[in-house]
């Protein structure tokens, strides 16, 4: 696998805020970034060198941005195949590939995936329509969770079945769409495990976080997550196997119910940067978007290595809006340069580093 040395143009499909920070640690390895994206004035466009502002099914301006890229990566997994084949065609390299992509873009494939490798996940029903939901809720029994199979994110595409009598909102709720009912999780924590994989095969992971979501959304990640060693071991161990099973080339995060007795179910994965690791490029030796460059380029991985404990506070709708007053001395701020605050909106993030770690 050849190396992609620095002065290359890396491209990234997406311009959100991971693309951003990406973009940002690319930049600092001495490439240049080209971003791929829809909108106008999207935080990763104004921080590129070009922005290639169209559509994802616009094949031959995806061609023409493919062949001036050495490489291409995303910072959106919902990327329509069509897209994903121009780039593959135009000989330009991608990765992730389709592989990780089509599946993380479905939650049955997901879950089917996962099991048919040995990690195991919640129970759960394909759901076609609204008639399949009564017989799987006797199976998965109440209450069970209605997930849209595609395009769900911070929550959204979601809705609980509390009796029968839910069935008929619920599934308008979600739109009507193909779904998956999900058992629920008595879950004692949730955490995730941000892996990466090069194009060379090898792989390195961080330290999981424990993550608290509130209405969906990702709310903090702390490490340590206060677990056992070996759950974390555990949970480390099913990432790599599962990107290994992928042929995934970047990082990806895989998340998890903890259950009171330390087992593990997997709940879903993103082949890609995660909000769970924004914690890692102020507290470990290496961070997760730096990670992600290398692997894609075929450098060797940096030490994943933890230096601090830390905390992760997400900053959303109003909560984005912070002047340099507010902060503590020791908080690290990032902002996604997004111009107006909603609610439910990621606007930025704070890490505090904790405790140096002296082992
Ligand atoms: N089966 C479940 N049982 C209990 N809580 C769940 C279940 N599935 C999801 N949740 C809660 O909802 C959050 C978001 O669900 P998730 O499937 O990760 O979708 P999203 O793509 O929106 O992140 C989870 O992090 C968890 O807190
Ligand atoms: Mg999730």
Request: a negative charge; glycine letters at 10%.
């Amino acid at each position: 696998m050849s190396l992609i040395a620095p002065g290359s143009v890396i491209g990234i499909l997406g311009g959100g805020q991971l693309g951003r920070m990406l973009a940002g640690a690319a930049e600092r390895l001495g490439f240049d970034v080209d971003i791929y994206c829809p909108d106008t004035d999207a935080p990763a466009t104004r921080v590129c060198r070009r922005h290639w502002q169209g559509a994802y099914d616009d094949g031959a301006l995806l061609a023409e941005f493919a062949a001036a890229c050495d490489v291409v990566t995303l910072e959106f997994e919902n990327i329509p195949v069509g897209a994903v084949s121009v780039i593959e065609a135009s000989g330009t390299p991608l990765h992730p590939g389709q592989r990780s992509l089509s599946l993380s873009q479905d939650r049955g494939d997901e879950k089917a995936f996962l099991n048919s490798i040995g990690v195991a996940t919640a129970d759960y029903r394909l759901i076609d329509d609204n008639t399949d939901i009564a017989p799987a809720l006797v199976e998965l029994g109440a209450p069970s969770l209605l997930k849209t199979r595609r395009e769900g994110y911070d929550g959204k595409g979601q809705a609980w079945i509390r009796s029968p009598a839910d069935i008929e909102s619920a599934w308008k709720s979600v739109g009507m769409a193909p779904c998956i009912l999900e058992a629920a999780v008595p879950f004692e924590r949730e955490i995730s495990v941000l892996v990466a994989r090069s194009s060379n095969g090898e792989t390195k992971t961080w330290a999981p976080p424990h993550n608290v979501h509130l209405d969906g959304i990702l709310s903090t990640s702390t490490v340590p997550s206060g677990l056992p060693a070996d759950v974390e071991h555990d949970a480390r161990e099913q990432a790599i196997m599962l990107v290994d099973a992928l042929g995934h080339v970047g990082v990806l995060a895989l998340e998890f119910f903890v259950l009171p007795d330390g087992r593990l179910l997997a709940n879903e994965f993103a082949p890609r940067v995660h909000n769970s690791g924004h914690w890692t490029p102020e507290a470990c030796q290496t961070g997760q978007f730096e990670q992600h460059i290398r692997a894609i380029c075929g450098w060797p991985l940096g030490d994943t290595r933890r230096l601090f404990d830390a905390e992760m506070v997400n900053l959303i709708g109003d909560a984005g809006l912070v002047t340099p007053d507010h902060l503590e001395p020791g908080d690290v701020l990032t902002l996604y340069g997004k111009r107006e605050a909603r609610p439910g909106r990621k606007m930025g993030h704070i890490t505090r580093r904790l405790n140096p770690r002296k082992d």
